[in-house]
C-alpha cells in the first residue's frame, strides 16, 4: 500500500456546521467561504498530521440534474480536488452522494492507492463503508468541528461514526473563522424592533357601554375585531407605537395580577410558574420562535424580491428547502426528539412567517 492519504469532505455537512458556527444557521445562503484557503488549510493540516503527501481532496456534494453549478466548477477547478456529485430532490434532500463517497473510501482502500483517509462527515450511514475500508486495511481517521456544547465534542456526528473511526482529529477552529464569514450584518435596531413587535400582544381595548351601576357592562362582541392579515409599514407602526406605550411605566394602567397557587413553582422573583415536562415545553417552544425568525431574517437579507413574492404566493406552505434548514437548526438546538413535536413545527413555520411579515 501507498504510503500517502486521501481527504474524503461531505460538502453538506462541512458548510451547515462550519455555517452554523458564524450565523447560527445552517442556511448555505447564510455564510460565504472562500474554498481554495479553506481545502488548502485541511491539505496542510493532514500532512502535519500524516507526514506524508496528500493524492488528492474528494468533494462529495449535489445539485439539481447532477449538473455542476458556477460554485461547484471554481472548486472543481482548485488544484488535486475532484468534485464528485449526486443529486437533489424536490423536497432539497441529497440522493446519492453517502453512496459514491463509500464507493470511494472502499475503493481506495481495495486498490491500496492510500494508507490513510480523513473523513468529514457525520453521517451514520457511513458507518459500514468505514468498517470495510478497514478491514482492508486503511486507517481511517475523522476531522471534526469542535463544539463545546455537543455530547462528544464535536458538531453533529453520529456515535456509530464516532466510534468506528481509528481516530477524530480537530479542524482548527482558526481556519474555520477564517474561511466562513456571514454574507450580511444583522441590523441590530431593526432585529430588536421587529422582535418587539412579534412578541408583543396587542389587541384593540373592548368598547365599554356606560349602563346603570345595577347593570353588566355590554363589552363590543370578539367577532368585530378585525382579522389580523399581512403588516402594512402603518400597521407595524401602529403596532410597536401601542407597544412602546404600554411598556411605559409613567402611562402604565394598573392591570389584575395574575397568581399561582403555591405548588405550581411561582416565586417572588417572578418565574413562570411551569416545573418538569411543561417547563421544558415552554423552553423548546421559545428556542422554535427564535429560529423561525431567525432563519426567515437570514433568508429574506439573502433573496430577490421574485423568490419573496413567489413564496408569499404559495403561502401558507413553505419550500421544501426552507423547511428544512428550519427543522434542521431546530434539532441542533433542542435535539431531533423534540424537534418532532407538532407544537414545535408549527412554532419554527408561524414565527418564519411572522417576521417575514415584519420585514416586508
Known amino acids: ?170 479542524i482548527p477552529e482558526d481556519l474555520l473563522n477564517s474561511t466562513f464569514t456571514r454574507t450580511y450584518t444583522a441590523d441590530d435596531e431593526r432585529a430588536k424592533t421587529a422582535s418587539a413587535i412579534a412578541s408583543a400582544e396587542v389587541r384593540p381595548a373592548p368598547e365599554v357601554v356606560a349602563v346603570e351601576a345595577s347593570e353588566e357592562p355590554i363589552v363590543e362582541s370578539a367577532s368585530a375585531v378585525p382579522k389580523p392579515g399581512v403588516p402594512n409599514p402603518a400597521k407595524i407602526a401602529s403596532r410597536l407605537a401601542q407597544t412602546t406605550t404600554q411598556s411605559a411605566p409613567a402611562q402604565q394602567a394598573e392591570v389584575a395580577a395574575l397568581v399561582y397557587s403555591s405548588h405550581t413553582g411561582m416565586t417572588s422573583e417572578g418565574m413562570s410558574g411551569y416545573v418538569g415536562a411543561t417547563a421544558h415545553e415552554q423552553e423548546v417552544i421559545e428556542t422554535a420562535r427564535r429560529i423561525g425568525t431567525s432563519v426567515a431574517r437570514t433568508w429574506y437579507n439573502s433573496t430577490t424580491q421574485a423568490e419573496l413574492s413567489e413564496i408569499i404566493a404559495d403561502r401558507p406552505l413553505l419550500p421544501p428547502d426552507i423547511d428544512r434548514v428550519l427543522l434542521k437548526d431546530c434539532a441542533q438546538a433542542i435535539g431531533e426528539q423534540d424537534t418532532y413535536l407538532q407544537s414545535v413545527r408549527r412554532t419554527l413555520r408561524w414565527a418564519f412567517w411572522e417576521e417575514i411579515d415584519l420585514l416586508q
Open 1 to 170: 500500500m501507498i504510503n500517502q492519504t486521501a481527504i474524503f469532505v461531505d460538502a453538506g455537512f462541512l458548510l451547515s456546521a462550519g455555517g452554523h458556527r458564524v450565523a447560527d444557521t445552517t442556511f448555505r445562503n447564510a455564510v460565504k467561504v472562500q474554498y481554495s484557503t479553506l481545502i488548502k488549510g485541511l491539505t496542510r493540516e493532514v500532512k502535519v498530521h500524516s507526514g506524508t503527501t496528500n493524492l488528492r481532496t474528494y468533494w462529495y456534494d449535489a445539485s439539481r440534474d447532477g449538473l455542476l453549478t458556477d460554485e461547484q466548477k471554481k472548486i472543481a477547478m482548485i488544484p488535486d480536488v475532484k468534485v464528485r456529485l449526486g443529486r437533489l430532490n424536490y423536497f432539497g434532500e441529497q440522493k446519492g452522494v453517502d453512496l459514491r463517497l463509500a464507493l470511494d473510501l472502499v475503493g481506495l482502500a481495495r486498490t491500496g492507492s492510500v494508507r490513510t483517509a480523513y473523513l468529514i462527515s457525520g453521517d451514520d450511514d457511513l458507518t459500514e463503508a468505514v468498517e470495510e475500508a478497514q478491514s482492508l486495511g486503511l486507517k481511517v481517521v475523522l476531522l471534526g468541528i469542535p463544539d463545546e456544547s455537543a455530547r462528544l465534542g464535536y458538531s453533529s456526528v453520529a456515535d456509530h461514526l464516532a466510534v468506528t473511526v481509528d481516530s477524530i482529529m480537530s
